[in-house]
């Protein structure tokens, strides 16, 4: 059984409005390319042309004053660099002399393991003060309270001196049964608390005080809700402070953390009282004896800055893995971005793009 195709009645087009060249006389009207038919209610907007952008011309934004700030700090720049370059009393010849002289490398060495041990074991022993501060307990939180109030409310020069000087409030350590004469070891405290274990000891102690409170503002920064619907979930509690709360924790911690290990680094300094041969010691040491304050001090301030910037790399890095469930796309590394502005800036690359805009 054969059937015939009606064609469907149209209506009469409408007019053209002024400046708009209306549809070819050959195309009915709500006809539109493959031989289907528009549909009804497109009227004249559906048979307009669409605009042509081809013969338009690319117009980069203008950004003056941008422009005059980059200027006025570049002129800043170059004077600077100009009166370190050309200022003889930097003595730039003294400062390469003992950039790398030997001593001032074991100084650095020094001043590198302080800050790997302190640093370590603040850490370790900052996170559980904070998992203490944490806790339904009330003696683990008073405890882990009172420990953070007094180790950031005495200066730090202040606590190395005391712990330098413990073996005169006790003569000897001992670790054994509380309370009986069960003795398992037992020293000379001036024996033990040397140099280097009275730094290790007010380094760690002090920056175990301001890590617990680091750790615990990142853990109390995830959401309650997450611990919540982990719990409903069965999921074992170890898991849920590992896999759920960490993770995100990390965020909140790693700019205050990083910020503390670069303070450690500096703060190593101040171990100059105790005698203890670290790089800025080192350095007064050779410039009371050689009387070239200012370059020697040039060279402790180098090498401070060189280890600053190293720890800074390491946090960008570290801070972009942990931003991975946060942002929907990783920020670009130093050397992406440089290819980019590269790709960006470069005159042939901009010739491109002005020409395929063109098109």
Known sequence: MSSTATPVAQSAPEPASAGIESAPETAPAGAVPGGETAPAGTGSAGRKAATDYADYRLVPARHPWRWVGTAVVAVGVAGIAWSLATNPRWEWGVVAQWFTAQSIVNGLLETLKLTAISGALGFILGFILALMRLS??????????????????????????????????????????????????????????????????????????????????????????????????????WRRSTRIVLPQAMRAILPTAFNEVIGLVKGTSIVYVL?????????????????????????????????TSVL?????????????????????????????????????????????GTR
């Open 136 to 237: 339904a307990s009330p003696l683990l939180v008073s405890v882990s309270w009172t420990f953070s109030w007094i180790f950031r409310s005495t200066p730090l020069l202040v606590q190395m001196l005391l712990w330098y000087n413990l073996g005169y409030l006790y003569e000897k350590i001992s670790l054994g049964l509380p309370f009986t004469d069960v003795r398992f070891f037992e020293a000379q405290t001036t024996t033990l608390i040397s140099q280097f274990a009275a730094a290790v000891l007010g380094l760690t102690l002090n920056q175990a005080a301001y890590s617990a409170e680091i750790i615990r503002g990142g853990i109390l920064s995830v959401d309650q809700g997450q611990l919540e619907a982990a719990t409903a979930l069965g999921i074992p509690a």
């Open 275 to 307: 005698a203890y041969s670290e790089l800025f010691y080192t350095v007064q040491v050779i410039y009371n004896r050689t009387q070239q304050v200012l370059p020697l001090l040039l060279v402790a301030t180098l090498w401070y800055v060189v280890i």
């Open 312 to 356: 800074s790399v390491f946090q960008y890095y570290i801070e972009r893995h942990y931003s991975k469930g946060a942002v929907r796309t990783l920020p670009l590394t130093p050397l992406q971005k440089a290819r980019k502005f590269l790709a960006i800036h470069t005159p042939a690359t901009r010739e491109t793009s002005q020409e395929r």
